[in-house]
């Protein structure tokens, strides 16, 4: 019997920015929130499998506005998760990532020189999505361009 393979491209069409800061998650998401006058709001945490049966969850804050998809991934585990797998294994030293998704380009750029304003973050800098094993964890099911849909799938 022959075999067939399906071939998945995905399109990338969001930003990643990795942040050094030594904040909990919630401060993080409230210091984004004074800064940009957004609401990043706390959501149901990312749980990705990983390889030899490892389940690790990832804290999560979300916003969806009429010009962008702002995200922010907390790249380690929760302390009730025992291993030490980070969201993103290239680059480890990052607390924070940031997903960005946004009709115009520059925005990131902006992001970033406003995000390097706030006291307790020491380092901002986009992540390259092509140096990335792991940029399939940030597609979602409910993403869209314009923001996340606002129904709720059937049960």
């Known amino acids: ?18 942040i050094i800061s030594p904040l ?3 401060k993080m998401a409230w210091e984004i929130n004074n800064c940009l ?3 990043l709001v706390k959501d149901k945490d990312l749980c990705i499998s990983f390889k030899k049966g490892i389940n690790q969850n990832f804290s999560q804050f979300s916003y969806s506005g009429e010009a962008w998809v702002l995200k922010l991934f ?9 291993s030490k797998t980070t969201l993103v294994p290239e680059f480890p030293h990052y607390d924070f990532i940031l997903l960005t ?28 999505l ?7 964890y940030f597609i979602f099911k409910h993403y869209t361009w314009k923001g996340f849909l606002t129904t709720k799938p059937k049960s």
């Open 74 to 82: 907390r790249n380690k585990p929760l302390e009730s998760d025992q």
């Open 130 to 136: 092509g140096a990335l094993k792991a940029k399939d």
């Open 101 to 128: 998704q946004s009709d115009d380009p520059t925005k990131s750029n902006r992001l970033q020189e406003v995000l390097r304003l706030i006291p307790s973050v020491e380092l901002v800098a986009f992540i390259p």
């Open 1 to 18: 019997m022959k075999k067939k393979t399906l071939d998945i491209s995905y399109s990338y069409d969001f930003d990643l920015l990795g």
């Open 24 to 26: 909990k998650g919630y």
């Open 37 to 39: 006058n957004t609401k």
